[in-house]
């Protein structure tokens, strides 16, 4: 049995891909390398060069490797950035992911995980998402990834498609030092950046009603979240019965406040972050319940909030150091 990765040399794919490797099962990469990385793919793993927009080199691929399932990771992945660049968003999440399933409905291969987002929520009315939180996507990205959700489940009444979603929060840290988080948008590289460049991390607010006054938000290793990947791609192909999503989250979650005193532990950088007003439409604590996961898709938190930072200060500082 062989899974096709889409977006495999990406951040969190090329952590799926190893995760796979080392539970024995085959794999190849498609990726277009718009934010991807070609080292990031095993040298033993076949890699394709390419969009899943072009649903002829995906079927191809699908035939050529006798694809069994697909692990669907590739996608344009800046919320904030899809508010300017909607059409560009609509693009790659929707019109990707259509041309993915016409390619594998072609191809009979009928099983996929998908990589959807806690932005499906928009913004909750309450501090702990289920499952069953209303959806209310506040950017094009997360209506993009909401769409992407109801195209699996409308294949699978049409078609007998056999689907899970998983819904993940702020995705941190590494399991390889040859693998970093090269988002300019996400927190930990914004922090990484600053202190490397002599700059002071910002906090945006600190007058929130939580225990250090900022932000409580889930933060998950990027190890933990490739793991239950493969457990929903092994339970879809021993043909158990999964959700239509989980979420992937700690629980109970940590601060800005909190993450940045332990940057400043890990890497020996002393700071006191700036304090900026807060941002609109901020919520005080966002924290997802991952019940359903624990139970289904072997989900928990492995890492400590240290062995977070630990690991992707030092992915970080490798990837800075000139080659040889």
């Known amino acids: 049995m062989t899974w096709l990765v889409t977006g495999g040399a990406g951040y969190i794919g090329s952590h799926v891909v190893r995760a796979l490797r080392s539970a024995d099962l085959q794999c190849v990469v498609i990726d277009d390398l718009s934010s991807g990385h070609e080292q990031f793919v095993p040298r033993d793993v ?22 069994t399932g697909v692990i669907h990771v590739a996608g344009f992945k800046y919320a904030g950035v899809s508010v300017q660049e909607p059409l560009r968003t609509y693009e790659q999440n929707v019109t990707g992911t259509a041309r993915l399933l016409a390619a594998m409905e072609s191809a009979d291969v009928d099983r996929i995980v998908f990589s959807s987002s806690a932005a499906v929520y928009g913004t909750p009315d309450t501090d702990l998402v289920t499952e069953e939180t209303p959806k209310n996507p506040q950017s094009p990205y997360g209506e993009s990834k909401l769409i992407g959700e109801w195209l699996l489940a409308d294949q699978g ?20 030092p040859t693998l970093y988080d090269s988002s300019p948008h996400n927190l930990f590289p914004l922090v990484f950046t600053a202190l490397v460049e002599g700059r002071t991390p910002r906090i945006n607010g600190n007058d929130y009603p939580t225990p250090d006054g900022t932000n409580v938000r889930d ?69 997802a319940a991952g019940d359903l996961a624990a139970r289904d898709l072997d989900w928990r938190m492995r890492h400590t909030l240290r062995e977070m930072v630990e690991t992707q200060w030092i992915a970080t500082r490798g990837a800075s150091q000139p080659s040889e």
Do not use: C, K, W
């Open 46 to 67: 076949p890699f394709v060069l390419g969009t899943i927009l072009d649903g002829s080199l995906v079927l191809q691929t699908l035939q050529d490797y006798e694809v």
């Open 157 to 176: 009444v049409a078609r007998g498609l056999h689907h899970t979603s998983l819904r993940y929060f702020n995705v941190v840290g590494s399991g390889d």
């Open 219 to 287: 933060y998950i290793h990027v190890v933990d979240l490739a793991a239950s990947h493969v457990a929903a791609a092994q339970r879809l192909d021993a043909g158990q019965p999964l959700e239509p999503a989980y979420n992937l989250g700690s629980g109970d979650g940590v601060s800005v406040g909190e993450i940045m005193a332990t940057v400043a532990e890990v890497t020996g950088i002393p700071f006191t972050p700036e304090i900026a007003p807060r941002r609109a439409g901020d919520p005080a604590r966002i924290v």
